[in-house]
C-alpha cells in the first residue's frame, strides 16, 4: 500500500502571500491530521479531519485553515504569509475516528517565507 | 512548565551499545505514549505505542512507562548506524481528542 503522499515537497513564498498544500492518505484511511514541525516548537497539532469534518483545532491564528474531501484528501491553507510560518507541516492518516488508531506521516511539505 | 520536556541531544554512541531515552510530563490525563523515529528530511514514523505502565518489547526495542513517576523511556538494544535519526515521545490523552503532544526530540547518533 502507498504511503501518505504530500505536494509538493519543497515551496518558497514571500510574505502577504497564501500558499495550499496537499495531503493524500494511505488508501481506506478516513481520517487525517496535520501538523507543524519547527526547530524552535517542534511538532505541533495544526487540526484533524474525519468524514470531511473538523474535529479537532489546535492553538493556530485563523490564517491557518483546513478542509477534507470526500475522497478523504485533505488540504491546508495559510493565508498571509508571515516569516514564522515557515517550517516542516507533516500530514498524518489513520484508517478511522478510534482514539487508539496509530497515525502514520507523510514526507512533509517544506514551507520557506522570505 | 512544559507539558513535555525531553533532552534534545545529540546524543552520540558507538555502534552496538544500548541507547536509552527520556521524556518527563506534566499532564496527568495523557494515557497513551508513543516513541516515533524522525530520519532527516522525512516524516515521523511509529515506534513504540503502549497506554500502560509497564515494559513493551518490539526486536531491540523497549518501551518503558512510569505512570506514577510522569516518566516514559525508549532502550535501544545493539544499536546500529541505522539508528541515527530523532526520537521523538508523544502522547494523548484518554478521549476523543487524538492530537498527539510531542516532545522536542533527541537527536541520536550511532557511529560506527
Known amino acids: 500500500k502507498a504511503g501518505v503522499t504530500q505536494t509538493p515537497r519543497y515551496l518558497i513564498k514571500t510574505r502577504g502571500q497564501q500558499v495550499t498544500l496537499s495531503c493524500s492518505p494511505i488508501?481506506?484511511?478516513?481520517?487525517v491530521s496535520w501538523y507543524q514541525q519547527t526547530p524552535g516548537q517542534g511538532l505541533q497539532f495544526l487540526f484533524e479531519?474525519?468524514?470531511?469534518?473538523?474535529?479537532n483545532k489546535g492553538n493556530f491564528p485563523g490564517r491557518f485553515s483546513g478542509r477534507q474531501f470526500s475522497n478523504s484528501r485533505s488540504e491546508m491553507n495559510v493565508s498571509t504569509l508571515e516569516l514564522g510560518d515557515s517550517a516542516l507541516y507533516l500530514c498524518?492518516?489513520?484508517?478511522?475516528?478510534?482514539?487508539?488508531?496509530?497515525?502514520?506521516f507523510g514526507p512533509g511539505t517544506r514551507l520557506l517565507v522570505l | 512548565q512544559k507539558e513535555v520536556e525531553q533532552d534534545p541531544g545529540p546524543l552520540s554512541v558507538p555502534e552496538g551499545a544500548i541507547v536509552s531515552l527520556n521524556c518527563t510530563y506534566s499532564?496527568?490525563?495523557?494515557?497513551?505514549f508513543m516513541w516515533y523515529r524522525q530520519y532527516s528530511r522525512k516524516g515521523p514514523e511509529l515506534l513504540m505505542y503502549?497506554?500502560?505502565?509497564g515494559n513493551k518489547e518490539d526486536g531491540r526495542f523497549t518501551a518503558q512507562v512510569d505512570k506514577s513517576s510522569k516518566y516514559i523511556s525508549l532502550f535501544i538494544r545493539d544499536s546500529q548506524p541505522s539508528d541515527s535519526a530523532t526520537y521523538l515521545c508523544?502522547?494523548?490523552?484518554?478521549?476523543?481528542?487524538?492530537?498527539?503532544?510531542f516532545g522536542s526530540g533527541t537527536r541520536l547518533q550511532v557511529q560506527p
Open positions: 498524518a492518516s489513520s484508517p478511522g475516528d478510534g482514539f487508539q488508531e496509530t497515525q502514520y
Open positions: 488508501s481506506g484511511h478516513r481520517s
Open positions: 479531519y474525519f468524514s470531511e469534518t473538523q474535529r
Open positions: 499532564n496527568s490525563a495523557f494515557q497513551y
Open positions: 503502549t497506554y500502560s505502565s
Open positions: 508523544a502522547f494523548h490523552p484518554d478521549t476523543g481528542r487524538r492530537a498527539l503532544t
